[in-house]
């Protein structure tokens, strides 16, 4: 079978070696600016989605990076275990105002709901078990289903392609929900096949093998 | 009971399941918190997820009213850091690194080898709340509608949250 699309990632663009260079503007940019901005976006971002928040405020309203770094700090973000909203944070934070900056991006970013969380919990205390809470839950939970259904098939359109690909999201589903493994068990095991499988073709090394060919079949009469 | 040291086990173990969004470490924070430990009934988890679909910022701030109801405020506290510490550092790590990993060949290839695996653990999140949330027909009704909707338009999910709200209530009444 052929291995197709190697190089597609995500239908992002691989990150330069530019990406360690910090912002020209980043002495501008004061902590407890990048503690508000993070604290609004956390505070407005309601539906999901944060990453186009983020977007619209860091990229399109401050202009503190450009679309090619903020695509580039999200592809690290989508790789790395952790929420995209938080790993964002840290690594614009960290871009912007080192440590410190990262601190206050992901602090900002968690308050809101944090707290807002918290409320609910409280709430929910009190008032859960009453016969409407618990119908108008029940309508929550199953629109919800509805709603991470439909941010996982977007997703999927966006980076799936292949029947390889196909086979590793199955194989991961019956690992999880049919044979009853661990997460971190089949995140393993089919995390390392699917490494292996996309493992890095030897362009260069078949590039060097070709040359040598030529060289020893020399140049023709 | 002490139950600070096993939210800040169980929540720094969760966090690094997140790989591809919140819900990859669902199946997990299912066992551990209401088979393993029993803080909450899995229509319980289901319900506080639910709804902290629709809180603002990261969409797992469910796990801070996990935390209140284990231990009250500093139950909290330490959930949020515990949940949110070990990637944040991974994240920072990694972020700083990044520079040098860009030549490595084996970048691309675990970020390419890991796009369909986290594809699936989402999906393996959601069927395990589905097969709690999904009861009957009208619950896989609102499921469905809701997926429609916001497959077919740009609707803002927290107003199809609270439309399953309202048909719950009108309809889901016991």
């Known amino acids: 079978m052929q291995r197709r699309a190697t190089n597609k990632v995500s239908a992002i663009p691989p990150p330069g070696p530019e990406l360690v260079q910090p912002p020209a503007r980043s002495g501008e940019i004061s902590v407890l600016k990048i503690f508000t901005t993070f604290l609004v976006i956390g505070a407005t971002s309601f539906g999901g989605g944060v990453v186009a928040y983020l977007r ?5 309203k401050y202009q503190w990076l450009d679309d090619k770094t903020f695509v580039e700090l999200l592809s690290i973000s989508q790789t790395l275990p952790g929420l995209n909203a ?12 080192g440590t410190a900056g990262a601190l206050a991006a992901i602090c900002g970013i968690c308050l809101p709901g944090a ?3 918290y409320g609910v919990a409280l709430a929910y205390h009190v008032r859960g078990d009453r016969p409407l809470s618990v119908a108008g839950l029940k309508g929550v939970a199953a629109a919800a289903v509805g709603l991470i259904l439909a941010t996982t098939i977007q997703l999927g359109r966006k980076s799936l392609s292949g029947l390889p690909d196909l086979v590793f999201v199955a194989l991961t589903v019956v690992g999880v929900n049919r044979l009853h493994q661990s997460v971190p068990r ?3 095991v089919v995390g390392a096949l699917a490494i292996l499988w996309y493992r890095p073709r030897r362009q260069e090394k078949d590039k060097d093998k070709e040359d040598k060919k030529e060289e020893k079949e020399g140049p023709s009469p | 009971m002490n139950q600070i040291p096993d939210l800040i086990r169980v929540f720094s173990y969760l966090s690094l399941l997140t790989v591809g969004g919140g819900m990859a470490a669902f199946p997990e924070l299912k066992v551990l918190t209401v088979d393993v430990h029993h803080w909450l009934t899995f229509k319980q988890l289901i319900h506080l997820y639910s709804v902290g679909q629709m809180a603002p910022g990261p969409n797992m701030m469910m ?3 996990v935390g ?7 139950g909290a506290i330490v959930v949020l850091i515990a949940f949110f510490l070990p990637t944040a550092l991974l994240a920072f790590t990694i972020g700083r690194l990044w520079g040098r990993l860009a030549k490595w060949p084996w970048r691309q290839s675990i970020q390419r080898g890991l796009a369909p695996v986290s594809i699936g653990l989402l999906l393996a999140g959601c069927l395990t709340m589905a097969k709690g949330a999904v009861t009957g027909w009208i619950t896989a009704a609102v499921a469905l509608a809701a997926l429609m909707f916001l497959l077919r338009s740009r609707i803002n999910p927290v107003f199809v949250i609270l439309a399953g709200a309202v048909v ?3 309809a889901l009444r016991t």
Not at chain 2, 68 to 74: E, R
Request: hydrophobic letters at 65%; glycine letters at 8%; aromatic letters at 2%.
């Open chain 1, 115 to 117: 707290v807002i969380m």
């Open chain 1, 186 to 188: 089949v995140l393993i």
């Open chain 1, 56 to 60: 619209n405020s860091l990229v399109t």
């Open chain 2, 63 to 65: 796990i801070v009213a």
């Open chain 1, 86 to 97: 938080t790993n964002m944070a840290v690594l614009v934070g960290d871009r912007l105002r």
């Open chain 2, 68 to 74: 209140q109801w284990v231990a009250g405020l500093p």
């Open chain 2, 168 to 170: 719950g209530i009108l």
